[in-house]
């Protein structure tokens, strides 16, 4: 009689032990895949930051906490906005329903551009990773980094790689950066690079108008909000859980790295790298022995590829789900050209694969495949879109009475705007600023003259969800 009625009590229990080892599996690729972006630009955006401070250690670790203080109260306003877009939507949906369908072109514009220069960012820190390496690569930088940019877009050719790979990538550059890391608290330090015991200001605005620089890690914080789309095995209440601890452990990963880093560049004493390396390869070169070293430039390229990869379907998968198509009614909807909903057998939309490929391809030749030049220009455009979400957040917010929430909200909104006027101030960053802006208002007219059809908001939650 026990066996009886043990025998179902232990298959429910076995049923319970697979449905939370595949939802764990499911959060682990999930969640790696979707950071490979933030967490590919620790390879760019610490250097980026020293560069700015004028070689000044000292200040470094300032700048990075303050970098990551902001993509923390980001992450807490997006939070709410995958809670209320559990099927994805991003920005986009929250700026449509908040303001009206067309201000949706701001931050699916600036999305564009930030793809645009996710790619050529990426593949151009692949290249510096290669000759860091291999020195005697450097006068063939542009070429490698085309060469990279191009096999990333043939593979992308071939459909999704996947979220297991995309999430393999990221876990082993983590993991070999730990080891670094790790090594590098038992090494003498031995002073290299350009190091100087005075910012180009006094300190505080020296921080202020550096950190703006690193900010290239807030790329891709954006990503699960409109990426638990692809999630059509869970319901929105899943949907939600697997977005809030994306986020989260975005956070900590990115912190953990970008702070051990810090500290251990101004341990190493190691400021800012020659023509041919870069900074980190520099510190896991004095740090690690010569295997690790050589895994861990290995390991950077491809994690760097992975999210130059990210951004050539997303990127595409936008313009796919603004093309003119017809819908499971008949009824034609979309602006854009019909090429750009077209697929191979692969589901990958060939033409606007094509249509990113030659945008980056002619930016990183005009950056000379230099990713500190590129970096300069970059986050720009992802922080209009952030302003744009936390804008509509608030709104939603003091329409539901729920203070607490707004001024959330409005302190993340505030936190965003100096953020983007401190990089604007620049110079240089106006022109991302300008280009997101320009594809705003070429798609916003477009959408006017095409009738203002419907669904614009939906595009970024289309874009990301299963074929």
Do not use: C
């Amino acid at each position: 009689m026990p066996d009886a009625v043990g025998s179902p009590a232990r298959a429910r229990t076995n049923r319970i032990r697979r449905v939370f080892a595949s939802r764990g599996l499911l959060l682990v690729a999930f969640a790696f895949s979707v950071m490979a972006d933030p967490v590919s630009s620790v390879a760019y955006a610490v250097e980026a930051a020293l560069r700015a401070l004028g070689g000044d250690l000292s200040l470094l670790l300032a700048t990075m906490g303050l970098v990551l203080a902001i993509i923390a109260l980001v992450i807490v306003n997006y939070r709410q906005l995958i809670s209320r877009y559990p099927k994805g939507g991003g920005a986009s949906a929250a700026v449509g329903e908040a303001f009206g369908d067309g201000w949706s072109f701001i931050p699916i514009g600036a999305l564009v551009v930030d793809f645009v220069l996710t790619i050529a960012v990426s593949v151009s820190a692949g290249a510096s990773a290669a000759i860091a390496y291999f020195p005697a690569l450097a006068p063939w930088r542009v070429e490698i980094a085309i060469g990279l940019l191009l096999v990333v877009a043939g593979t992308t050719m071939f459909g999704h790689l996947g979220r297991v790979i995309f999430a393999a990538m990221t876990l082993t550059f983590i993991v070999l950066t730990v080891f670094v890391l790790l090594y590098g608290l038992g090494v003498t330090p031995q002073e290299s690079g350009t190091i100087s015991d005075t910012a180009p200001h006094v300190p505080i605005l020296a921080v202020l108008l550096a950190f703006p620089v690193a900010m290239a890690l807030a790329t891709g914080v954006e990503a699960p909000s409109t990426a638990i789309a692809e999630l059509g095995e869970l319901d929105d209440a899943g949907r939600r859980r697997f977005g809030r601890l994306t986020l989260w452990l975005t956070l900590g990963v990115v912190g953990t790295i970008t702070i051990g880093l810090a500290l251990e560049l101004v341990h190493l004493q190691i400021g800012v790298p020659g023509a041919d390396t870069t900074q980190i390869a520099e510190l896991a070169r004095v740090a690690a022995p010569a295997p690790l070293f050589a895994a861990f430039q290995l390991a950077t390229a491809l994690l760097l590829l992975a999210a130059a990869s990210s951004s050539f379907q997303a990127g595409p998968g936008m313009l796919k789900a603004l093309a003119r198509h017809a819908r499971s009614d008949g009824q034609l909807v979309g602006i854009l050209p019909k090429a750009l909903a077209r697929t191979n057998g692969r589901h990958t939309p060939v033409w606007g694969v094509a249509l990113f490929t030659a945008l980056a391809v002619t930016i990183t030749i005009i950056a000379g495949a230099n990713d500190q030049n590129l970096v300069l220009y970059y986050a720009v455009a992802v922080f209009l879109s952030f302003l744009g979400g936390l804008l509509a957040m608030a709104k939603f917010s003091f329409h539901s009475r729920r203070s607490a929430s707004l001024v959330l909200n409005l302190v993340g909104a505030v936190v965003v705007l100096f953020t983007l006027i401190m990089n604007l101030s620049r110079g240089l960053p106006l022109i991302s600023l300008g280009a997101a802006l320009a594809v705003s208002a070429i798609l916003h007219q477009i959408w006017v003259h095409s009738g203002r059809p419907e669904g614009v908001r939906s595009v970024q939650a289309a874009s990301t969800a299963k074929s």
